[in-house]
T-cell receptor
Framework: DAGITQSPRYKITETGRQVTLMCHQT?????MFWYRQDLGHGLRLIYY???????DKGEVPDGYVVSRSKTENFPLTLESATRSQTSVYFC??????????????FGPGTRLTVT | QKEVEQNSGPLSVPEGAIASLNCTYS??????FFWYRQYSGKSPELIMF????GDKEDGRFTAQLNKASQYVSLLIRDSQPSDSATYLC????????????FGTGTRLAVRP
């Protein structure tokens, strides 16, 4: 199906384990984003990517690693999970069309619990 | 001062009324403005965007932008219980690439 998907949808892991959250989009959008959403903080940008092999830090990058070898995939890795990384993670994508539009479209989210 | 501010609510309106959701932003260089709707446990869904001063209408939704006052609003006419959700305001500018800054959202409750 076309669109943006995330996997897994739910994940429980233990402190110190490595976890990778997957994001896949079929629109060939150039930009992709990872956000976390926590009560009281809203959506906070973790990392973003302007194109394959181009990534940059957002507001809260510590403890996370990203890569983007293909346009359609943007995995997020928690190298050593901590309880403070318990959150809902959203992937989004966007593209410039006509020079002005860059609306972001979100995936369904991954609810991660670190015990 | 937060970059994008919204009243957290809840904003409670009766069915059929007009719901007015407000958002202020601090960066005068902001050029694009978006409203997302987020149902509980779901992902944000884009419902409106506006780039120029004035009003933009789409069905029951109207976005209003006043760059001089650094203010953007969303009006929902004939509110329905199905409109009950959290509404997120997001702001962007070309110099930031495609990055958006989100407010923390206003929770809207439409009473039947």
């Amino acid at each position: 199906d076309a669109g943006i998907t995330q996997s897994p949808r739910y994940k429980i892991t233990e402190t110190g384990r490595q976890v990778t959250l997957m994001c896949h989009q079929t629109w060939s959008h150039s930009y992709m984003f990872w956000y976390r959403q926590d009560l009281g903080h809203g959506l906070r940008l973790i990392y973003y990517s302007a194109a394959a092999d181009i990534t940059d830090k957002g507001e809260v990058p510590d403890g996370y690693v990203v890569s983007r070898s293909k346009t359609e995939n943007f995995p997020l890795t928690l190298e050593s999970a901590t309880r403070s990384q318990t959150s809902v993670y959203f992937c989004a994508s966007s593209d410039r069309r006509g020079g002005g539009d860059y609306e972001q479209y979100f995936g369904p989210g991954t609810r991660l619990t670190v015990t | 001062q937060k970059e994008v501010e919204q009243n957290s609510g809840p904003l409670s309106v009766p069915e059929g009324a007009i719901a007015s959701l407000n958002c202020t932003y601090s960066d005068r260089g902001s050029q694009s403005f978006f409203w997302y709707r987020q149902y509980s446990g779901k992902s944000p869904e884009l419902i409106m965007f506006i780039y120029s001063n004035g009003d933009k209408e789409d069905g029951r939704f109207t976005a209003q932008l006043n760059k001089a006052s650094q203010y953007v609003s969303l009006l929902i006419r004939d509110s329905q219980p199905s409109d009950s959700a959290t509404y997120l305001c997001a702001v962007g500018k070309k110099s930031s690439g495609d990055k958006l800054t989100f407010g923390t959202g206003t929770r809207l409750a439409v009473r039947p």
